[in-house]
């Protein structure tokens, strides 16, 4: 990649500047999968600006009912957080199912965001938790934040700075289900939520999204009603990973056992 | 750009965007780190940036400046002498062919840095980021064991 | 002489160990060679039909590059092994995706990507074949008879007959490190290739062959290598067949290294299967008849199919003793890439269904299959499906007994929506080459006595992290009466040692580790013979073949292999019914090795064989797409993790054989066979759900368990 520049930013506001002002390029968090997509050939960007250092982006602290974290906090950083764990276990328990040590020693949730995979683990826990997605400029309710395929809310140079789960994001529960134990991407996620009715999964469409008709139900204390819905709300393809119907099926039997109480 | 390898500073010049894998072993000429997949699935490549092991095929070496880098080569004592870690593995059988053993080294370091007495569980966790094929893992988890503080 | 602990037996450290902790092992692509070009294949992008046009981008500076075609191969455009079918490079007709079709190398790595994208390749397609049933090319037939099998189905009384079909699938076999070589011109027209691989002899024909070069001309050199289990067998003959030719071409050292995704997308992979059985018992359980057909699919190349389909077809019957059996094997052609060599080479598959269909009968028969598996199993004085009579170191009775006693006790499961379950295999395998193989390889070796009082191991026999030079070492130390450190393995080159036969088929221990034995001890004598010995002094020995060993390889009849390794294996799965995950959480496994030259080592094969089986069973899936892997990066190719490994216990059951150096017998391929079998038969005891084929994947369970 000798013909991609590195640029490192003083700060948050240098590295907006650096965004809109540098034509092609992208923000760089963690790398985990940035650098593999630029080492395979499958994106070109004219330059990388680095957002790994800025300590605007690190941290995790105590905002007003809620938890914020810092979009650059690797996830070690949110696994070993007596706040997080306490504001929204559920975040830990994702946090831990991605890679392993050396990928979440470098993975953010920040990336976690901004790459829109519809695999990627966290982002049905953040659904569920009614996470708000704090920008240099704004904060996008996450039910905003994916509008396509691997396509945000985000503007051209608009960094994320941090995350923020409101007090109702404890109740949340979830699970990943992949091929293995441990470096796996995802084949189905799911994670619920009580109060308010948040049904939310990973790898059953083209983006990670809420589930409305089954959250009607939930809403209405029909878990049966929310486990059927299921089908109707998601939209599973047969790849490489899996099957439609694997991944139905399986969206369906973890939801029922995750509301079972 | 410097930054310090093995205890060691160095300074490179190099272009910041590309892998630290590769300036290691191409620039550098040290080779522990190996390339496996290059996609951050294998962990062969793993070193420990300011003592948390990473893959290196997906860390940009512009993001290292000023860090603290140590690869296998790095492990043994001052006098050159294998570790205790590294003794372990040759005595247990936790290495074969070879190949993963650097960063299965790393990845066993950083994890008894950080938890002196790790379960056999624990031990799993901390290593599930290092594929091997020849040992089962069972060897290596013993010889992780066996340095438990 | 000089009082020396023995070394066989004992757990003395891995030779090259401390390298290999310290980062100072240097394997291929650490190798350091000045003014070296980097190379790459281009390769077909169909999987049938032939190359219309090729056309160079004239926009590219291509003075800057080497570029090689089948017109630049000096020798036979053929890759030499079994047949010559399979070329160096594509002469036109492509029979497979990622066949190779050109070789360019370029000063750096970014020359080449930008060449290769300058390259275009038109094609015109045919019609591919994937279906093993509609392949109309068969690379190789056997059949196994014993007794009369038509007569026993077609007449007998009280005979419960049986019938089920079992199904294997694709492996990739993941050494970690990919394969790779460095070409480096000599003067006087020859080529030195430093690769990483099994078998330095097997390249150095390929390379005489394609590049017209003389024994002396072609030197083949083994890097430290980082693990093969047969993938790198046969395969780095072709890696070093191109970096040749394309250092030929450069007049200058040419790197050829595979990165995961090209190593994955064209490398041999484990031969795909359907095995159908047909067994007749009595109502006692008395076995009466066995009926099986074997179809492997070899892929587009023959490579070393019909040998793989030979220990296939041996091992199909099981560790069983029947009077009536008949195997029919065919292995054919279609339009993947070709599969080869992988650790246990047709026996996992085969012993797969074998071992299946003992569950099947029990099950019909309403017997548990341990009863049925003590009444059949092979014991000293039986004759297998070759009409082979075992006449010692036969360990069914000692396996299976040293297994149960090790086994943990049966756990209840934790969770409701969570199953557990146990089961059961016995295997054997045959250790060495197939029937007359070993006397047609003869493989040679030598033990050199220097003046200091330092001996030298000649062998081409490669370490590929099995431990062949500290096992070599332990028993070349004990026939010389000398310390450990006292002796030393020379390097695997064909210039400086001679051809000792593949590091492959569990040969290396017992066959290999037989004549270094035989060697030490004809030099130990004559050292002894005189008072002022003339140093250096070399013993050279080749293999000969005992005279009690006959087979006949028209008929198939006749002594398969010198000698078995036994394992029984039992492991114990959590089947998760929400989502059909099965997590293998208990392995033990008793194995007879005959004798452990070095136990912790022989352990460590047996642990890492068996886990490698337990991702064929499970997790390792490979999805083809247009005769392509879709599987074709580590995030898609999944193998266990340190998470997803169970604990594994080993047994080491010591039955000698004396034909093994101190007793020992190969056990290399063995902990292959094992573990499929037992996994099925405990997803089967956990959910009563069969699934007769591998890898068992959650979609297939999930999708079994709903449908009843």
């Known amino acids: 990649m000798p013909d991609v520049t590195y640029l490192r930013p003083r700060d948050v506001a240098h590295a907006v500047r650096l965004c809109e002002g540098t034509p092609d390029a992208r923000p760089l968090g963690g790398g985990t999968d940035l650098m593999v997509m630029l080492h395979a050939g499958t994106v070109r960007p004219r330059a990388l600006v680095d957002l790994w250092s800025l300590a605007e982006l690190k941290g995790i602290r105590r905002v007003d009912g809620g938890v914020e974290i810092g979009a650059a906090e690797p996830y070690t950083g949110i696994i070993g957080s007596a706040l997080v764990a306490e504001y929204c276990p559920a975040l830990v328990a994702a946090s831990r199912t991605i890679g392993a040590a050396q990928i979440q020693n470098r993975g953010t949730l920040g990336g976690n965001l901004a790459n829109a995979s519809p695999a990627g683990d966290t982002l049905p826990v953040l659904l569920a938790a009614d996470a708000i997605v704090v920008t240099d400029r704004r904060a996008i309710p996450i039910v905003d934040f994916f509008t396509a395929y691997r396509q945000t809310a985000l503007a051209l140079g608009e960094l994320i700075v941090a995350v923020r789960l409101p007090a109702s994001a404890r109740g949340v529960r979830f699970r990943k289900v992949g091929t293995r134990a441990a470096q796996a991407i995802s084949k189905v996620v799911v994670a619920v939520n009580r109060e308010p009715a948040r049904i939310a999964f990973g790898s059953v469409a083209e983006v990670p999204l809420r589930a409305r008709s089954a959250e009607a139900s939930l809403a209405r204390g029909d878990v049966q009603g929310a486990v059927a819905a299921v089908a109707a709300d998601t939209r599973p393809i047969d790849d490489v990973r899996s099957t439609a119907e694997y991944r139905r099926t399986v969206a369906q039997n973890v939801l029922r056992d995750l509301l079972r109480d | ?149 | 002489m000089i009082e020396t602990k023995a070394a066989v037996g004992r757990p003395v450290p891995r030779r090259e160990g401390g390298d290999k902790v310290t980062g100072r092992a240097r394997y291929t692509d650490d190798l350091v060679v000045p003014g070296a070009w980097y190379g790459k294949t281009i390769r077909s992008t169909i999987p049938r039909g032939s190359v219309r046009s090729i056309t160079f981008d004239p926009a590219f500076d291509w003075p800057k590059v080497v570029v090689v075609t089948a017109q630049d191969i000096p020798g036979d455009n053929v890759v030499q092994l079994i047949r010559d079918d399979q070329p160096a490079l594509s002469a036109g007709e492509i029979r497979h995706r990622e066949e190779p079709i050109l070789l360019i190398a370029a000063a750096d790595r970014d020359t080449v990507a930008a060449a290769q994208r300058a390259i275009r390749i038109e094609y015109d397609a045919l019609e591919p074949v994937f279906d093993i049933e509609q392949a109309t090319e068969t690379y190789s037939t056997i059949e196994i008879s014993k007794g009369e099998v038509d007569e026993v189905f077609e007449g007998l009384e009280g005979v419960e007959v049986i019938e089920r079909t079992f199904k294997v699938g694709l492996q990739e076999q993941l050494y970690i490190e990919p394969q790779g070589a460095i070409a480096i011109p000599e003067p006087g027209g020859g080529i030195k290739v430093i690769g990483s691989l099994q078998c330095p002899y097997y390249v150095h024909r390929a390379l005489k062959r394609a590049l017209a070069l003389t024994d002396e001309q072609a030197v083949v050199i083994q890097a430290e290598t980082g693990g093969g289990f047969g993938g790198k067998e046969e395969y780095p003959s072709i890696v070093a067949i191109h970096a040749a030719l394309l250092a030929r071409k450069a007049g200058r050292p040419v790197r050829l290294i595979y990165d995961r995704h090209e190593d994955l997308a064209a490398t041999t992979k484990r031969h795909p299967g359907v095995i159908r059985h047909r067994t007749a018992v009595r109502r006692d359980g008395t076995l009466v008849a066995q009926d099986i057909e074997i179809v492997l699919d070899g892929g587009a190349y023959c490579t070393l199919t019909p040998v793989v389909l030979s220990r296939a077809a041996i091992h199909a019957a099981g560790p069983y003793a029947c009077p009536n059996v008949r195997i029919r094997a065919r292995a054919v052609a279609t339009n993947t890439p070709p599969n080869g060599a992988f650790r246990g080479f047709g026996a996992p598959q085969s012993l797969f269904a074998a071992e299946l269909m003992v569950e099947h009968v029990a099950e019909r028969l309403g017997v548990p299959s341990l009863e049925l598996r003590k009444k059949w199993m092979l014991r000293l004085g039986d004759t297998t499906a070759t009409g082979q009579q075992l006449t010692e170191s036969v360990s069914s009775d000692l396996v299976v007994a040293a297994a149960l006693k090790a086994a943990p006790p049966i756990r209840p499961s934790a969770h409701p929506t969570v199953r557990r379950g146990r089961g059961l295999s016995l295997v054997y395998h045959g250790s060495g080459f197939t029937g007359s193989g070993e006397k047609k390889l003869g493989g040679k070796v030598a033990v050199e006595a220097a003046a200091d009082g330092t001996f030298t191991i000649l062998t081409a026999s490669t370490e590929i992290g099995q431990g062949t030079k500290t096992i070599f070492t332990q028993i070349a130390a004990d026939a010389l009466g000398v310390p450990l450190d006292r002796v030393t393995v020379g390097p695997q080159d064909t210039s400086l040692v001679p051809d000792s036969g593949p590091t492959v088929a569990s040969r290396t221990a017992m066959i290999v580790g037989g004549l270094i034995h035989e060697a030490a001890e004809e030099l130990r004598d004559r050292l002894a013979k005189r008072r002022k010995p003339r140093l250096p002094l070399r013993v050279d020995k080749s293999y000969v073949q005992p005279d009690t060993i006959h087979w006949d390889d028209q008929t198939y009849q006749g002594d398969a292999y010198p000698v078995y390794a036994w394992a029984c294996t039992i492991v114990d799965v959590e089947v998760d019914m929400l989502t059909g995950e099965v997590h293998v959480t208990d392995l033990v496994s008793a194995v007879d090795c005959g004798k452990a030259i070095h136990p912790v080592m022989a352990e460590g094969q047996i642990e890492g064989g068996m886990l490698q089986a337990v991702g064929w069973a499970t997790i390792e899936e490979i999805k083809m797409k247009d005769g392509g892997y879709q599987n074709d990066r580590l995030a898609t190719y999944l193998i266990p993790t340190a998470l997803d490994a169970p604990r594994i216990k080993t047994i080491l059951v010591e039955n000698p054989y004396s034909g093994g150096p101190f007793g020992a017998k190969g056990i290399g391929e063995l902990p292959m066979d094992g573990p499929a079998p037992a996994i099925i038969a405990a997803i089967h005891d956990a959910t009563g759900v069969w699934l007769d084929e591998v890898p068992a994947t959650p979609e297939k369970v999930l999708a079994a368990c709903n449908s009843r």
């Open chain 2, 1 to 149: 750009m410097q930054f310090t390898l093995n205890g060691a500073t160095v300074s490179v010049d190099v272009v910041g965007t590309r892998r630290l894998l590769d300036v290691l072993r191409e620039d550098l000429r040290v080779t522990g780190a190996k390339e496996g997949c290059g996609e951050g699935e294998c962990g062969a490549c793993s070193v420990l940036i300011d003592g948390a092991v990473v893959n290196s095929c997906l860390v940009a070496v512009g993001q290292i400046g000023g860090c603290s880098v140590v690869t296998v080569e790095g492990l043994a004592l001052q006098d050159g002498k294998p570790s205790p870690l590294q003794q372990a593995f040759i005595e247990r059988g936790a290495a074969q062919c070879g190949i993963c053993t650097p960063g299965m080294l790393l990845a066993a370091h950083a994890l008894l840095n950080a938890n002196p007495r790790p379960t056999e569980d624990e031990v799993r966790v901390g290593l599930a980021g290092n594929l091997c094929r020849c040992t089962g893992y069972t060897k290596i988890i013993d010889a992780v064991l066996a340095c438990r503080m």
